[in-house]
């Protein structure tokens, strides 16, 4: 509806404004040219524009039915056939004959006028109808914005090359904000830090406890599709007793921190990230700031610790129910007895396979949590920001974990862990 | 009531956000005890100079001088200004996770040193004055629009500040309310002796409430209009600060 719908009883003097804000008169036109653009029936399109002069006065008749579905006549063409705008001295415009008309008739005016006014050329809309007037007017109250010319589209090296930019630029962003959460993390050691502990408290509970069923129905069926892998191809050889140290190995190492922080990161991060971006939004993040208050101490740190402390409990959590999703598939569906199982779990691993998981929940927590707070941080004002930040914190996170995942399995493979 | 001394002063001042100049050589002074409107079009510029006055961002060219402090943009210039200052956001921007109290009692935790129990009588006595007694333990989410906005003007007087800043204050408020709020700030700045900052373009409150009003001009990007409200709509120094005051299309 463009404007949209003005204040049509205000008690105001009559004004001669074309603005529907305030001239209900322009408004009421346009509900007008809405109506029959939508609920009357239009007969098809006729369209008649020609052109004549008269002495120096070139006039336009504009005539028939105009609406939508046909092609809008060319204004050069119609004016260049009796001798174009430039060589009139005023041009006048007669309807005669005009039967229904749209948005058609007003783009054919609005050319029209703009052609004239850029050649100097008087134009007069007298003998428009009371209902087309004030849009034509209206097209032409506020003068072109001097914004400039658009840009050329940029080839796609030159896109690959902005693309480039902006994720290096992401990736100073996410290291300088690591580095002001350490300081604040040194504050808070040293006494010196603004988190609330009750906010830590129930963050944690958000982020542990609250999480359970979620990270249990996951974990499971992780080791009832591992174990079921194992069963498959494991029983070609009858090794069925093996399938134990697949699921034993694969979810204490791999899966059960990884699958645990990927479910974190879409939970977790994104609730982060769209929490702190709400509060951007909503100025209460420059509240902080205008008392002096850091919001990477207050609002940053509760969040990143209470994801800390919750995801290696989780893991330790989501270990046991993945080893539990394997067995249920080994006794149920392989000729594999519980004690054979559970003795052949504990065979291949040794502690520093438990801890390596361990290790790497610690990381992961760290990463979900700067990933979820940085892009929060980061929202912009526009109506889709906090959305785009939450998708934002869970690709970042989960980019980030398979990487750090890649990185500390190098690692562990250099050391010989 | 205003006199002549200058609480903040304004010199040269450019507002941009990297090559995009909003505003420039802005000066101006704002007196102490003078309720002072920031008004212009939408894009002209008043929420960047508001933060700008509050040390939420530092301008590259131009000063600000704050009770004849420069600020400069280091710490401890901020941190002598925020003990001096109160700011009613346009939505109220009160934290979403602690009480009313909590709300109007972190800026005395902050910057004082008193004793809990009388951090929550001050608590109480401003949200009494803003007509929220008994609503200490509501969270935002459980009040109104309108008391949130009044929430957050106890927020901003909890340190009975030299300066109140307010950020389109009666923003999504009906006229009744509005109109409640502009006598409410007279009262405080009567009553208090606080200098007042509007940012606004409610042209009823401005007439209503403003000593003096800075006109931004998108057109020209600098400000093309200082003085009292009556006079620059009587008078006014040129055709689009007569349009903004009266209330005219082109």
Wanted: with cysteine; aromatic share 8%; net charge negative.
């Amino acid at each position: 509806m463009g404007h949209g719908i003005p204040y049509t009883d205000r008690p105001e003097a009559p004004c001669t404004s074309t603005d529907p804000l305030v001239a209900p008169e322009a408004a009421n036109a346009y509900v007008t040219l809405f109506a029959s653009r939508y609920f009357l029936t239009c007969p098809p399109p006729t369209m008649e524009a020609t052109a004549h002069s008269t002495g120096d006065v070139l006039h336009v008749r504009v005539g028939g039915t105009w609406t939508l579905g046909g092609s809008v006549p060319d204004v050069n063409a119609v004016a260049a056939s009796a001798g174009g705008i430039d060589s009139a001295g005023a041009v006048r415009i007669v309807p005669d004959g005009l039967t229904d008309w749209d948005s058609s008739l007003l783009t054919f005016l609005y050319e029209l006028v703009r052609r004239c006014e850029a050649q100097d050329v008087p134009v007069d809309l007298d003998a428009l109808p009371d209902d087309l007037r004030p849009l034509v007017d209206l097209s032409q109250a506020v003068p072109e914005a001097s914004a400039g010319s658009a840009d050329a589209p940029s080839s796609l090296l030159e896109r690959f090359g902005e693309w480039i930019g902006r994720q290096g630029d992401g990736v100073v962003a996410f290291a300088t904000f690591t580095g002001r959460s350490v300081q604040s993390a040194g504050r808070l050691l040293r006494g010196r830090g603004r988190m609330r502990g009750r906010d830590f408290w129930l963050l944690t509970q958000r982020t542990s406890a609250d999480a359970l069923p979620i990270v249990t129905l996951i974990s499971f069926l992780v080791g009832l599709i591992l174990s079921f892998l194992g069963a498959v191809v494991l029983r070609r050889f009858g090794a069925d007793y093996y399938v134990s140290y697949l699921v034993s190995y694969g979810v204490l190492r791999e899966l059960g921190a990884l699958m645990t922080a990927i479910i974190m990161a879409g939970r977790t991060g994104a609730a982060f990230a769209a929490e702190l971006g709400s509060m951007k939004v909503s100025e209460e993040i420059d509240a902080l700031r205008t008392l002096g208050i850091s919001p990477v101490d207050f609002l940053v740190m509760p969040r990143l610790l209470a994801v800390f402390v919750a995801l290696p409990l989780l893991t330790l959590y989501a270990n046991a129910v993945g080893i539990v999703g394997g067995w249920t598939v080994a006794i149920s569906m392989l000729d594999v007895t519980s004690a054979q199982f559970f003795t052949g779990l504990l065979t291949p691993i040794t502690l520093a396979d438990a801890v390596l998981g361990l290790v790497k929940a610690v990381v992961f927590g760290a990463i979900i949590g700067l990933a979820g707070c940085l892009r929060g941080l980061q929202t912009g004002s526009d109506a889709t920001a906090v959305g785009d930040a939450a998708t934002s914190a869970v690709v970042t996170g989960i980019t980030l974990i398979v990487a750090a995942n890649a990185v500390l399995d190098w690692m562990a493979a250099v050391l010989d862990v | 009531m205003p006199d002549d001394a200058p609480i903040i002063t304004v010199d040269n001042l450019t507002l941009a956000y990297g090559s995009f100049v909003v505003m420039q050589d802005l000066t101006f002074e704002i007196r102490r005890g003078e309720i002072f409107a920031i008004m212009g079009g939408s894009g002209s510029g008043k929420s960047t100079l508001l933060k700008h006055l509050i040390g939420l961002q530092t301008a590259d060219t131009g000063r600000i001088q704050f009770a004849g402090r420069e600020m400069n943009g280091s710490e401890e210039a901020l941190q002598d200004m925020r003990r001096e200052i109160g700011v009613l956001y346009q939505h109220g921007a009160l934290w979403s996770s602690m009480t009313l109290a909590e709300n109007v009692g972190l800026p005395l935790e902050e910057y004082t040193d008193l004793p809990p129990d009388d951090i929550r009588r001050i608590v109480s006595l401003k949200l009494a004055l803003v007509g929220l007694r008994g609503f200490e333990g509501f969270y935002p989410h459980e009040i109104s629009g309108g008391m949130q906005k009044r929430g957050a003007l106890a927020r901003a007087m909890a340190l009975d500040p030299a300066v109140l800043f307010f950020d389109e204050p009666s923003s999504g408020l009906d006229p009744v309310s509005a109109r409640r709020l502009d006598d409410l700030i007279l009262q405080i700045r009567d009553s208090l002796d606080t200098t007042v900052v509007v940012v606004s373009h409610d042209l009823a409150s401005i007439f209503a409430i403003a000593d003096r009003a800075l006109y931004l001009d998108i057109e020209t990007r600098t400000a093309s209009a200082l003085g009292p409200p009556a006079d620059l709509r009587d008078d006014p120094p040129n055709e689009r600060v007569r349009q903004f005051l009266t209330r005219t299309a082109a």
